[in-house]
């Protein structure tokens, strides 16, 4: 008996029952051991005495008793136990489910008691993440007094939970779980840094991971500090480029190969930290829990180009931009560009919660103001009025972005006077070289300015719920930039956005065209194609030529005659 | 998603963007429950959601004993009241796929196409402007089943099919293995197969004919055209299709956890092939 409770150690065994059909006999009782053959055998042995009925049951009881050579073993056990288990449970509708049944027993019967490998430790995915995020949750002990001071600073994390509590109710947001990491994450973001504001800017889906990005401002100052570390590495990848250059010109003056007397047209800079579009510092990370990273600034030809295409995002920062027209720089480049376009395009909030800083303003003037403060004296504006379809109780509160690339206008004809712009928006003018400044709405224009483009209106007001409106809340979703969504109630408002980060088009995206190809010589008379001369006009070519070659010696007589009188 | 723990099913893809208020997870809770009893469905899903200007379209779908075969689709602007959404037509296929543009969320709204056409040849061409209208709730029907017919998904063994020829829950389906999942080629396409016909029978051979009986999405054109990420580690598998940009497929590995929600504008994403 003891050799059935081990089946997968057992050699192949065989179960020689009695010749009186028994059905559902308890498996696991062997009368005597003998291995399938002998089974087979003795069973041909007593088939001398056996009727003709008789003999084909004990075949066919022999065939059934024949063990796998995969699994060891045989069908009649199976079916007994599958029969007993049956018999034993009594299901419901037993036919239906006897496939399910006999696979569970084959299961019961195969599963290792001994497990080699059972003493690894499980390092899967699953794991490593849940380590990795297992410090967002653990209480900071060492600076547990120091906190409790800073209570009364004011910290500038924001309320999360509340803020993405009321996006839940207008269907937009990321799950509760989620949204907690998110703010762990914030709030390790806002202890390691000199952080002014920091807010949650949203959530844009890539192929492979997905990005968290965090908007954040320094506090005065302090971002040069973290800066100049980064410059000093960035400068040495420069003069390195530069060494690089220097050995490049010198092989090309080896070669002597033709240079394209194409100029690129002129760098416009990029705007300063704090000002215009890089007015604020984005991080990003793909894993609340895991290492922010700061994205570089942008400029005002990644702006220009990232408006040209439309690429997934793949969720590793460091990928290349394959694209046409060629984007400069990363996919970190890249999504910088894209925040800075869709903070332009969808950050709003409710009319008079900022006004401009009255002592600002008349510095300012001539230039339009680019800052503003909260408004202390904000009444706030009921939700019904928020929902109202002309928007013009909604305005955008960060600067429209210029088809330069730049919210304020830089003159590229100031250093470089003979060379004209080469932007698509500047082909219109008349003459190129007196730009004429592009201008855009100015700071706190009402939403009910936004364009509307092939009948699509840019934005939709949603009130949260119909059925309890009086509690409801206003939600606008952008059909611009499908993702952006904004809340307002009585005195709170915040964006988000959760997308794809692409704008929408109604058409097809093409890709801009190719120019045309350059010439590669002027064309001209050495190398235009001529019939050839035919002998007349040789032969009077040659005696013309003659005729010079005698006059140039006459002329050159002269000369050495006038040579030697000078000297 | 299956309407049986919904509230389950859609944290699950609550990190892809797609959340629903309290109140609107509720509603469903128990119209679908009345849907169901009504319409005499076996099962009722959860299809997902297209995004109108003005409104939205909540959809549902009941199943009967045939779960591919005999499907029937519903739409609702508000979670409680469903009307029927009518059998999309290859005609009206072709018809809608002129119109453009987002849906409106009324769906009585009538798009107007113009087409011009040309009659006669050389200089006695004329031109005749054909106006025709569609309506909104064809066009919701079409996009529909495109999306089943193109991006609806199941793990592989999940469905079998019976020997009568319908196509049932396959009891015994355990879920995906880890190392099984993250293959794109243990997700089907849960539709009438297209290219298995075309299959030589050198790659048939070793198919088992009661779970191979649909298309592998591995085989999508372009290939890349689904984003496969893990999420939580490998405790979830995320599918997202960037031909129809919104359709999120999500499967817990090893339990029998899996379905996928449409949220989106109800549009195709034609520039894929510049995006990838």
Known sequence: MSTTDEPEQQPPVEEAK?????????????????????????????????????????????????ASTKTNINLYDHLSK?????????????????????????????????????????RSTEVELAEVQKPLFEKNTDEGADIEVEEDNESPLPNLPELMYNFEQADVGVSREEMVRIYLALKNLV?????????FWGKIIGTEKNYIIAEVEYREGEEEEEDEEEEAEAEEQTEKEDDEAGEEGEEAEEDDTP?????????????????????????????????????PPVTPQQISVARQIKKFFTGRLDSPVISYPPFPGNEANYLRAQIARISAGTHISPLGFYQFDEEEEEEEDSEGRDSF???????????????????????????????????????????????FEDEEED?????????EPETGPPLLTPLSEDAEIDNLPPWSAKLSSNLVPQYAISVLHSNLWPGAHAFGTEKKFENVYIGWGHKYLQDNYSPPQLPPAMEEFPSGPEITEAEDPTVEEEAALRAAQQEAQENAEEMEDVDEDEDEEDV | MDAEGFHLNI???????????????AALETSLVILQNQQKFNRVFFWGKILGIKDDYFIAQGVGDDEMMDRKTLYSTDCVTWSLVPQATTAMKEQCSVVKGRFTGDPSYEYEHTEIKRIGEGEDAQEEENTITIKEEDRLASVISQVDEDVAIVPRGAYIKAPSGTVIRNRSFQGLEIHDAVKLSSYFHFREPVRLNQKSLLD??????AIDFLDAIDEDVPKRSWSLQLERGSGLIILRSLLWEGLTFYHVPGTTKYGYMYNGSGEMNKDLPFML
């Open chain 1, 18 to 66: 009695p010749e009186t059909p028994k059905i559902a006999s308890p498996v696991g009782t062997p009368v005597a051991v003998a291995t399938p053959r002998g089974s087979v055998s003795s069973a041909q042995n007593v088939n001398l005495n056996l009727n003709p009925k008789e003999a084909e049951f004990t075949n066919a009881k022999a065939f059934l008793l024949t």
């Open chain 2, 11 to 25: 944290s699950l893809v609550g990190n892809s963007g797609i959340v629903l208020s309290p109140e609107r997870r």
């Open chain 1, 259 to 295: 240079k394209p007397d194409w100029k690129p047209p002129p760098v416009i800079p990029r705007e300063e930290n704090r000002t215009g579009a890089n007015k604020k510092t984005y991080f990003v990370t793909i894993e609340p829990g895991k290492m922010w990273t700061k994205l």
């Open chain 1, 191 to 199: 202890d390691n840094h000199p952080l002014q504001s920091c807010r």
């Open chain 1, 427 to 435: 082909e219109e003018r008349e003459e190129p070289d007196e730009p």
């Open chain 1, 82 to 122: 599958v029969i007993s288990n049956i018999l034993d449970g009594r299901p419901a509708n037993a036919v239906d489910i006897f496939e399910d049944i006999s696979k569970d027993c084959k299961r019961d019967k195969f599963i290792s008691k001994v497990d080699t490998i059972q003493d690894k430790v499980d």
């Open chain 2, 204 to 209: 048939k051979a070793d198919l088992d004919k």
């Open chain 1, 373 to 419: 403060v909260e408004n202390p004296d904000f009444e706030g504006i009921p939700v019904r009025e928020l929902v109202d379809p002309s928007l013009s109780n909604w305005v955008h509160h960060v600067q429209h972005i210029l088809p330069q690339g730049r919210c304020s206008w830089y003159n590229p004809v100031q250093q470089q006077e003979d060379e």
